[in-house]
T-cell receptor, first 112, second 114 residues
Framework: RKEVEQDPGPFNVPEGATVAFNCTYS??????FFWYRQDCRKEPKLLMSVYSSGNEDGRFTAQLNRASQYISLLIRDSKLSDSATYLCVVNPRMDSSYKLIFGSGTRLLVRP | NAGVTQTPKFRVLKTGQSMTLLCAQDMNHEYMYWYRQDPGMGLRLIHYSVGEGTTAKGEVPDGYNVSRLKKQNFLLGLESAAPSQTSVYFC?????????????FGNGTRLTVT
């Protein structure tokens, strides 16, 4: 089983739609969680961190469910510019500050 | 402010050739990392450095060497390239450990080994 698993998609949605991605992780001791965004043939960029109580940044909402070991990303009112691959990233342990585990990404296509 | 700069952007090597990828950051970050990204797989950590003069192995270090003689530079070397090393290589830096600070990535180097 992969340490971090994501549905590769693609998710094909119309503009204005709400879309959600889930990501599961295998290490129950994992301490920190992130969503990165990667545009085609570009470098990953941090979208948002995921906090235990859940957090929101504009149209984006991230949630953490420790009991079920998954994190989610909700995008409301999708824009064409949201088309990208979304990477789920997990830090397994607090003392392994160097080691981030990247999921293989979920591809989102927003159509007009 | 250039951020993280990688050179070269593209390279084609023949099996057995060697090369060095250069990563430079101008943000005075302590931590630097080399990742590779292959289709259908997440980024995998090759080597990393927690400060000038220090390096350590990541998940997939075999076939690669690194050096961090200066704080701003992190070099990745391929001593004898193999087709399995065909990949996109990303350098990243962070001011603290990646546990609590975001990674700043370079634009990537696309390497093909024939």
């Amino acid at each position: 089983r992969k340490e971090v698993e994501q549905d590769p998609g693609p998710f094909n949605v119309p503009e204005g739609a709400t879309v959600a991605f889930n990501c599961t992780y295998s290490n129950s001791a994992s301490q920190s969680f992130f969503w990165y965004r990667q545009d085609c043939r570009k470098e990953p960029k941090l979208l948002m961190s995921v906090y235990s109580s859940g957090n929101e940044d504009g149209r984006f909402t991230a949630q953490l469910n420790r009991a079920s070991q998954y994190i989610s990303l909700l995008i409301r009112d999708s824009k064409l510019s949201d088309s990208a691959t979304y990477l789920c990233v997990v830090n397994p342990r607090m003392d392994s500050s160097y080691k981030l585990i990247f999921g293989s990404g979920t591809r989102l296509l927003v159509r007009p | 402010n250039a951020g993280v700069t990688q050179t070269p952007k593209f390279r084609v090597l023949k099996t057995g050739q060697s090369m060095t990828l250069l990563c430079a950051q101008d943000m005075n970050h302590e931590y630097m990392y080399w990742y590779r990204q292959d289709p259908g797989m997440g980024l995998r950590l090759i080597h990393y450095s927690v400060g000038e003069g220090t390096t350590a192995k990541g998940e997939v270090p075999d076939g690669y060497n690194v050096s961090r003689l200066k704080k701003q530079n992190f070099l990745l070397g391929l001593e004898s390239a193999a087709p399995s090393q065909t990949s996109v290589y990303f350098c990243a830096s962070s001011p603290l450990g990646s546990y609590n600070s975001p990674l700043h990535f370079g634009n990537g180097t696309r390497l093909t080994v024939t």
